[in-house]
């Protein structure tokens, strides 16, 4: 079901019919229901004439948005009913898109955003709490860990996807971002929040550290603040998360699409050759323990980016005061 929050939500991310160079449409996983696609513009039609949509969530709960005049591809959780959890569902989508994208040369730049009052509150703790009922941390039976490890598995699949991903990703933020929904905005390469946004790690708060989501929140912040939010459950201001280096921009909520379309356009405008190699090249760097050694490696990239026609375009085009070719 789409909600009037969520309707304005596209109104600030204009959805426009499907034309050569514009394409926007819900796709599920391989293998589901073909019939099961439906265009985000129809999704607003039904839901300006009915008041909610006619397809089921389980069709509707992802809705990918390729513009292929700017580069920027959306993918949009649009399942505010259920504060856009990460269901098994949800991450197989996700999975899915983020596998195609990767391989989409079209796509330069890729924002996630979401609708509703909740970018994401994490799993579903109703799907946990259905696998936990026979599950006592014993070690007794592997079969019964299997389904909590497996839901676990594929949250982290996504969040490396999204650091796999050969494009940038900005996550776009309206609203609360908690446990894997905060691990979500961790994993992406950037992030804008809207005033009204606010972020926590509160698994504490019912008994489960999260363990998972703090491995991306402590690549993020520092140590004792990761701690701080991941001991006591608290939330935290989109003005906190941007002095804890969580988020990149503030924004007024009314500008959040705007704000973050402008970064991925300017992002999506550069040398995608040197765009993909930088990406790939900071978080590789980041792996060695010697400085020496991550130098020599940036030393290797930085030689193969200057190599490219991009490069030598962009030297020449300084040099002799020309218009370098993008």
């Not at 900005?170 to 609203?175: F, K, R, T």
């Not at 929904?181 to 489960?208: M, R």
């Not at 941007?242 to 402008?262: A, H, I, Q, W």
Request: hydrophobic share 40%; aromatic share 6%.
């Amino acid at each position: 079901m789409i909600t009037n929050t969520s309707v304005r939500y596209f109104k600030r991310y204009p959805l426009q019919s499907p034309s050569p160079s514009r394409s926007v449409f819900v796709k599920p996983l391989k293998g589901h229901d073909p019939s099961s696609l439906i265009t985000a513009s129809d999704l607003i039609k039904r839901t300006n004439s009915s008041g909610s949509s006619n397809g089921g969530v389980s069709d509707n709960i992802l809705i990918r948005h390729d513009d292929c005049d700017t580069g920027v591809t959306k993918l949009i959780l649009n399942n505010p009913s259920k504060y856009n959890v990460l269901s098994s569902e949800m991450m197989e989508l996700m999975l899915g898109q983020l596998e195609d994208i990767s391989g989409n040369t079209s796509t330069r730049v890729l924002i996630v955003g979401a609708n509703g009052n909740a970018f994401s509150s994490g799993h579903d703790l109703k799907e946990i709490y259905y696998h936990q009922k026979n599950y006592v941390n014993d070690n007794s039976n592997v079969d019964e860990q299997q389904p909590l490890h497996d839901l676990f598995q594929k949250c982290i699949k996504v969040m490396l996807a999204i650091n796999n991903l050969p494009q940038p990703v900005i996550a776009s933020v309206q609203g609360v971002a908690t446990a894997a929904g905060c691990q979500l905005v961790a994993s992406c390469d950037l992030a804008v929040a809207a005033q009204s946004a606010c972020f926590g790690v509160s698994g504490i708060n019912a008994g489960l550290f999260c363990s998972t989501p703090a491995v991306a929140l402590s690549r993020n912040v520092g140590r004792k603040r990761a701690m701080h939010m991941l001991l006591t459950g608290d939330l935290i201001s989109a003005d906190e998360a941007l002095e804890y280096g969580l988020v990149n921009k503030v924004v007024l909520p009314e500008r959040l699409g705007e704000e973050t379309m402008e970064l991925a356009t300017k992002i999506a405008r550069k040398s995608d050759f040197g765009i993909r190699l930088g990406k790939k090249m900071f978080y590789e760097q980041l792996k060695f323990n010697d400085l020496g050694d991550a130098y020599e490696f940036a030393l290797e990239r930085m030689v193969c980016n200057i190599g490219h026609a991009d490069a030598r375009d962009g030297i020449d085009a300084f040099v002799n005061k020309k218009t370098a070719r993008k």
